[in-house]
């Protein structure tokens, strides 16, 4: 096992550790400047935002909680992988596809995956509808998906 690199420092835009004034920087997420840190992962500069989140919102609203959570960037990273996330066989076989292309490709991420592989949307088992894993609500039954409004019935019907 490779051992994890060293955590980022942070930094307050406008200070350095010589007494200079270095160059603007912002996060390369959203664009804001002032609490500042850098990803362990690709050491890019990102808000040093997490303490924002409220637990169990399942909020949106952190530059530095979605780049670690939603990005095979920081997952590549996280499992200690060698190479670039872009090429890693093991980061593709962690996710089914339409998975892997949502986070190698969302706005969490500072590079995206280039050309991100085919596949087929993900349907409710019984009402055909497209359920977006990434951003809709759903539930699995063996190797089925519901949609919620299929999950309810369903559940409707084990009350009745």
């Not at 399942?58 to 530059?63: D, G, K, L, T, V």
């Not at 892997?100 to 969302?106: E, F, P, R, S």
Request: aromatic share 12%; hydrophobic share 20%.
């Amino acid at each position: 096992m490779k051992p994890k690199k060293a955590k980022p420092e942070k930094q307050r835009v406008g200070q350095s550790s010589s007494g200079r004034k270095p160059a603007a920087r912002s996060c390369g997420l959203c664009g804001k400047s002032g609490n500042l840190t850098k990803t362990y992962c690709c050491g890019n500069w990102i808000c040093d935002d997490e303490d924002s989140y409220v637990l169990f919102s399942y909020a949106r609203n952190s530059c530095h909680r979605n780049h670690s959570r939603y990005t095979l960037c920081a997952s590549h990273y996280n499992e200690e992988h060698e190479g670039a996330w872009q090429e890693c066989g093991e980061c593709r076989e962690m996710f089914e596809t339409e998975m892997y292309v949502w986070y190698g490709t969302n706005e969490y991420n500072f590079a995206r995956l280039e050309n991100p592989p085919k596949y087929k949307p993900t349907k409710c088992a019984a009402c055909k509808r497209v359920i977006r894993l990434a951003e809709d609500g759903y539930s699995i039954k063996g190797n089925n998906y519901y949609c919620l409004k299929c999950t309810n019935l369903e559940q409707s019907w084990l009350r009745g």
